[in-house]
Structure formats: structure tokens, C-alpha cells
């Protein structure tokens, strides 16, 4: 069974708390209807991802939902990639308030799960899984795709856990 890669968009893709434009990243605007959103996005990140689509099925786990395929995924030359939904944003006691609909989405499925917002509550709640926190002031680095690669080859990323209640 292949591991799923969750991308988060806001952070990972988009690094919206960057002071200016990181190197590498070029300034978009998006329209849609009355909208218009300003993103930063690195092109090399579309390459990234797309080789590591040979290794990892891509999910979409941005509140971005569906507009990521729509708005977002073109711009870095990805496919369509299914799309984690959120129904709310039910407060939790600790961590990431996406960790619950997560685990309903991944099930068994061994991921990984690129966010800036988890960190040592998801680690406990997902032992198995790699949860890569990334700094929205930097988006991902070389490191992070380097981890990625590593984490995948390793045996245990290809087989299905129990899950954590």
C-alpha cells in the first residue's frame, strides 16, 4: 500500500508569514468570483512534488479544500489530487484542529503530513506517520523533500498501521 503525502498549502506552499519573496518564489494573484488572494509560490516545489507522486499518493489537506485543485495546483503543475474535507473547525484540546478529520481520512493508510501547524501532538497521535511541521515564514526547503525521500524508502512507510483513536 502506498503512503499518502497530506499537503497543507498555507505555509508549506504558500510561506504567507515570509517577510518579502524567499528565493526561489514568485508572487501570484488569484482571482475567482469577488476574491483575489497574493501567494508566494516556488515552481521547483510542482517538480518536487510531482516525483514524489511516483512514491506517495498526494492528498490535498489545506482548508483551501477543493479550490487547491481548482486555483492552486495548476500554478505548480500538479494534477487533481483528492481533497480532505473539513466540516467545521471543532475546537481540540491540543494540536492541530485538522488531526481529527485526518485520522477519519487516512484510516490505516500509512502518511506523511506536511503542515505548519502540527508538531509533538500529532507525532503522539500518529506515531507511525511522518509529521513534517514547516515554517511559514520559509515554506518547504531541499531538507524537506530530502526527509520526504528518506522516510518513504524506509519498510515500514508501506505498511498499514492501526489506527490511534
Not at 6 to 13: R, S
Not at 116 to 142: M, N, W, Y
Not at 150 to 159: G, I, L, Q, S, Y
Amino acid at each position: 500500500m502506498r503512503p499518502l503525502l497530506l499537503l497543507d498549502f498555507d505555509g508549506p506552499l504558500n510561506p504567507h508569514r515570509a517577510d518579502g519573496v524567499p528565493p526561489g518564489y514568485e508572487r501570484h494573484e488569484i482571482t475567482e468570483g469577488a476574491k483575489t488572494w497574493r501567494v508566494l509560490l516556488n515552481p521547483v516545489h510542482g517538480v518536487q512534488l510531482n516525483a514524489l507522486a511516483d512514491s506517495f499518493d498526494l492528498v490535498w489537506a489545506s482548508s483551501w479544500e477543493h479550490g487547491a485543485n481548482r486555483l492552486l495546483g495548476p500554478l505548480l503543475g500538479l494534477p487533481e489530487l483528492p481533497t480532505i474535507l473539513w466540516p467545521d473547525r471543532a475546537p481540540v484540546r491540543r494540536g492541530s484542529w485538522k488531526a481529527p478529520y485526518v485520522a477519519d481520512w487516512v484510516g490505516d493508510r500509512p502518511f506523511a503530513w506536511v503542515d505548519d501547524e502540527v508538531g509533538e501532538s500529532e507525532r503522539a497521535r500518529f506515531p507511525q506517520a511522518l509529521i513534517l511541521p514547516v515554517d511559514a515564514r520559509a515554506g518547504l526547503t531541499d531538507q524537506h523533500f530530502a526527509v520526504l525521500r528518506e522516510w518513504v524508502r524506509k519498510p515500514f512507510a508501506h505498511k498499514a498501521f492501526p489506527r490511534d483513536s
